[in-house]
């Protein structure tokens, strides 16, 4: 009976019920064993709210269908957290027929017609991105089909397009949770519920014997607009004041805080140790009808503008900003060329309108744009044939009193110059109105068009400015956004110079190359569009570098360090992680090259003779005791050579000391493995004719090599033959005295 029990489902909700019902679940299981694990047609429902019928067998065993299933007025939640809902397919999180209830007397107003009804409640089914099945205006059940579960229902504001004429008052929500606890009793509908009645039908009974009688008052008063909490706006705090309330941007527009989530009622609890990750959208610009960001609006949107605007004329000067180099782009046209550009532009703007899945939105978005380059044609190309325009960052004097001296004839001459300039100041600021993101598309972070029409305009001298970065940054996030890197370097370059703030443009492309690296650099095609802009080629090996560092791909990182000139981080990664493993592998020749590297900058590295001096000491003796005729060190006798294996000996000694435990067991057992090898050779040329004192002196050297106690113990052996053989030597003598 407990197996039985424990295979049910959980529901003890007032007004609830399953279909079969819990008692009809404990009969089919008791005479069909594993019933639970696969029951059709299983439904959940509350009475007067609605029900919901799964199309394919469910396994209920277990399921608290209190906290999974919820009905709400006009509304059905399955799985309210999202960290509780499984995969779809699995649990209840499936294909299902729901019915809601709707209070139809609510929702219709009382000039119009029930099919409008019909027509609101199908377009919000259609909205929602599921089936519409039927809708009945007696009963007021909405049926439709789901493929799986998130919130569905007849949400607040299908209901304010309803109920627009009726809207005196608020309207009396039955549907409050209850404030207590899980045992509070709705009498509305849980009283029904235990006299076994249907509490819509028990309402509809009542209407119509008292048809005068209102609704019940809500006992509250109307909110006021005026709230007795803070507001815990964290995230604007933030964002005004900086990190000291812990907020701050990450890439690709994710802005991360420990507030409420932007856009949450005002009773979400903040707790201290939860941390908000949100992302800003800025790609809707290049998203379709089904909100997906489509390649062909990325092509024809953002590339081609681009690839235009990069054809026209530029002019590129290298100059130095502090230690760094940078070759700032500026646009180069004249007003002759408007005509040209604004045809250019309208022509691809035309051939976005082609592209499918287009909303109305955007596409009246995209008329607008065409209609700006014609007016900007129009006011900047065409009066300028007649004369009538002349550049407003024009500084030729005698031009400027010849136009002023018709106008304000009875003005003193030398305040002409300031007139001019105020003129100037007035006419920038009415243009400067269209540089607002709301002024050609409602996006109000979409400023990818705009910018163009700003190049454009001060290319050709009608307006001059440098307090529009905001216009240049917005652009920016919406490439980055897109995995644009190299364009957003290309945009950046155009950022006009200012002397409060001479390291923008450095501190922009590094914090692009640092913290896109990923992207960036795998795209060969991105990657040479940053070199061929002029970027310093030492910023691009230090971003990747970091970025194999942080990926632990150590060789990468290791190379890309020597390339952007980090000796002594490279050093540290030769040392620790990279040359025992090329030592074990035998690719002698790789660690010469990478240690020779780094040998003429080895006084910009702290101990460079405890580390890749090391392998070239080892090199070059290794060669030396072997007989390298080439080799750049010649050691004749023995007492040389064993000067030179006691200094390599005690370098290894000291770098182990040093290092102590930052070296890795296969990084000690190479140390082991050379101080081996080079004692060895070193004991191999002790029979050379030499006095015992150096052949002594040699054994010395090997017995303070850090190699293992087995080799050791063997030259002990040879130490000891050569003591005994000495011995015999000298008692041989003193038999033949």
């Known amino acids: 009976m407990r197996e039985t029990e424990a295979s049910l489902p959980i529901l003890h909700s007032p007004g609830y019920y399953t279909k079969p019902s819990l008692e009809e679940l404990v009969a089919q299981e008791l005479l069909d064993p594993g019933y639970c694990t696969r029951v059709p047609n ?98 007021g059940e909405w049926k439709f089909l789901v493929d799986h579960f998130s919130r569905f229902g007849f949400g607040e504001d299908d209901e304010e397009d309803i109920v627009m004429d009726d809207a005196d008052g608020e309207m009396y929500d039955d549907d409050k949770e209850p404030s207590t606890n899980m045992n509070g009793i709705e009498l509305s509908h849980s009283l029904p519920a235990h006299l076994r009645l249907d509490p819509v039908k028990m309402r509809e009974m009542r209407l119509l014997m008292s048809p005068h009688e209102e609704e019940p008052e809500e006992l509250s008063h109307k909110a006021s607009i005026m709230s007795t909490n803070y507001a815990r706006n964290i995230v604007d705090a933030g964002l005004f004041m900086g990190k000291s309330f812990r907020v701050g941007w990450g890439p690709n527009g994710i802005l991360v805080h420990s507030g409420a989530p932007v856009g949450s009622g005002s009773e979400y609890k903040v707790l201290s140790s939860v941390v908000s990750l ?47 180099k940078l070759k700032p782009l500026k646009l180069e046209a004249n007003c002759s060329m408007l005509s040209d550009i604004s045809h250019g532009y ?11 899945g287009l909303s109305s939105t955007t596409r009246l978005g995209l008329t607008h744009q065409v209609m700006t380059w014609e007016l900007i044609r129009v006011l900047f190309f065409d ?7 002349e550049s407003l960052g024009a500084d030729n004097e005698e031009d400027m009193m010849q136009d002023m001296k ?27 109105a269209m540089f607002s993101a709301f002024s050609s598309t409602p996006d109000p972070l979409d400023y990818h068009m705009i910018w163009h ?37 290309y945009v950046v370059l155009h950022l006009p110079f200012r002397e409060d703030c001479q390291f923008l443009h450095v501190n922009l492309i590094r914090e692009i190359l640092f913290q896109y690296c990923e992207i960036w650099s795998s795209d060969e095609s991105q990657q040479q569009f940053i070199e061929d802009l002029g970027i310093s080629s030492e910023w691009i090996h230090e971003a990747l570098a970091i970025y194999y560092n942080y990926n632990g791909d150590l060789p990468k990182a290791l190379e890309h360090f020597l390339q952007c000139a980090n000796w002594q981080k490279a050093h540290t990664i030769f040392v620790t992680s990279v040359a025992h493993s090329l030592f074990l592998q035998a690719k002698h020749s790789e660690i010469w090259r990478i240690a020779t590297s780094m040998e003429d900058h080895k006084s910009e590295i702290e101990n460079w003779e405890l580390g890749g ?7 070059l003796m290794r060669n030396s005791l072997q007989g390298d005729t080439n080799a750049m060190t010649q050691l004749d006798s023995l007492q040389s050579k064993n000067a030179a294996c006691q200094e390599f000996v005690s370098q290894l000694n000291a770098s182990l000391a040093v290092r102590d435990r930052k070296l890795p067991v296969d990084a000690r057992l190479v140390y082991s493995k050379m101080g081996g090898e080079i004692c060895d050779l070193l004991l191999s040329a002790v029979g050379e004719g030499a006095s015992r004192d150096e052949q002594f002196s040699c054994f010395d050297t090997a017995f303070s090599a850090p190699v293992p106690e087995d080799v050791r113990s063997g030259h002990l052996q040879d130490a000891v033959y050569l003591f005994t053989s000495f011995l015999s030597e000298i008692a041989t003598k003193f038999q033949k005295i």
């Open 42 to 139: 299983f439904t959940v429902g509350r009475l007067g709210y609605g029900s919901v019928r799964f199309l394919e067998k469910t396994d209920v065993r277990g399921l608290d269908l209190d906290q999974i299933v919820k009905f709400y007025k006009h509304e059905i939640v399955v799985y309210s957290d999202e960290n509780d809902k499984p995969a779809v397919g699995q649990g209840l999180n499936k294909a299902a027929e729901v019915v809601l209830v709707l209070d139809t007397e609510l929702l219709k107003s009382k000039d119009r017609k029930d099919d409008f009804l019909v027509k609101k409640v199908k377009q919000s089914t259609e909205r929602q991105g599921e089936k519409f099945i039927s809708f009945d205006l007696t009963t």
């Open 278 to 324: 949100e992302k800003v959208a800025f790609d809707n610009f290049v998203r379709d009808e089904n909100n997906k960001v489509s390649e062909e609006l990325v092509e024809s949107a953002l590339m081609s503008p681009l690839n235009f605007h990069k054809e026209i004329n530029h002019v590129k000067e290298e100059v130095r900003i502090g230690p760094c």
């Open 346 to 356: 309208c022509d691809i703007i035309e051939r976005q309108l082609t592209v499918p």
């Open 383 to 389: 009066r300028k044939q007649k004369g009538q325009v």
């Open 406 to 432: 018709e106008v304000y004839q009875d003005v003193n001459q030398e305040a002409l110059p300031l007139m001019r300039r105020a003129d100037e100041e007035r006419e920038f600021s009415f243009l400067k």
């Open 453 to 489: 029409q700003r190049a454009v305009l001060e290319a050709v001298g009608v307006i001059k400015s440098n307090d529009l970065h905001v216009l240049d940054m917005g652009f920016v996030s919406q490439l980055l956004s897109l995995g644009k890197c190299h364009w957003a370097i």
């Open 613 to 619: 001096g090391i392998y070239i000491s080892y090199y």
